[in-house]
Antibody
Framework: QVQLQESGPGLLKPSQTLSLTCTVS??????????WSWIRQPPRKGLEWIGY???????YYNSSLKSRLAISKDTSKNQFSLKLNSVTAADTAVYFC????????????WGQGILVTVSS | DIQLTQSPSFLSASVGDRVTITCRAS??????LAWYQQKPGRAPRLLIY???TLQSGVPSRFSGSGSGTEFTLTISSLQPEDCATYYC????????FGPGTKVDIK
């Protein structure tokens, strides 16, 4: 059974960099069958795809966040990470990591999510 | 860019009712659509992929149909545990989620 778990700081000040890590168990991020993704959900709002990374290291980003965003991976730890710089209150959200199936490109396994609040 | 709309945004129905949610895409997306269920405080759960394929472990009262620009998610007999928000997601290029439909029990 694949499991994903987000970790990182829950509180940031404006202009700081948001850094989160997703640890994957029960499956390898080196598999060519999947992408590894970040999605966020502001309080009481809908879901927004942030970006994903492929086993090759290729990355694909939401154009609205691209200038502030970097997704990377550490195959040795079976982890992938998100960095979003220059955060504002608008970046306050629950951040989820998820596995994306290649081919159908749906999100079949999700982490539980981590709330990140940006406040001065 | 492709836009997704969902209707209704909220619905209230009785246990046992047949419930239908519609998702419309601003451009044709073939059958590249998935449906998710999200309960408060939880991560979304994949219900349907490729417009009509039931994800493993999902009850058979859930079904999906459609292609091109119009898609539907149907719950054939609403159960109390189906209270949730339902999102469609298009997969045509980059992932995009619909705004959601909240389903409540009368």
């Amino acid at each position: 059974q694949v499991q994903l778990q987000e970790s990182g700081p829950g509180l940031l000040k404006p202009s700081q960099t948001l850094s989160l890590t997703c640890t994957v168990s029960g499956g390898s991020i080196s598999s060519g069958d999947y992408f590894w993704s970040w999605i966020r959900q502001p309080p009481r709002k809908g879901l927004e795809w942030i970006g994903y990374i492929y086993y090759s290291g290729s990355t694909y980003y939401n154009s609205s966040l691209k200038s502030r965003l970097a997704i990377s991976k550490d195959t040795s730890k079976n982890q992938f990470s998100l960095k979003l710089n220059s955060v504002t209150a608008a970046d306050t959200a629950v951040y989820f990591c998820a596995r994306v199936r290649g081919g159908t490109e749906d999100f079949d396994y999700w982490g539980q999510g981590i709330l990140v609040t940006v406040s001065s | 860019d492709i836009q997704l709309t969902q209707s209704p945004s909220f619905l209230s129905a009785s246990v046992g009712d047949r419930v239908t949610i519609t998702c419309r895409a601003s451009q044709g997306i073939s059958r590249h659509l998935a449906w998710y269920q999200q309960k408060p405080g939880r991560a979304p759960r994949l219900l349907i992929y490729a417009a009509s394929t039931l994800q493993s472990g999902v009850p058979s009262r859930f079904s999906g149909s459609g292609s091109g620009t119009e898609f539907t998610l149907t719950i054939s007999s609403l159960q109390p545990e189906d209270c949730a928000t339902y999102y469609c997601q298009q997969l045509n290029r980059y992932p995009l989620f619909g705004p959601g439909t909240k389903v409540d029990i009368k």
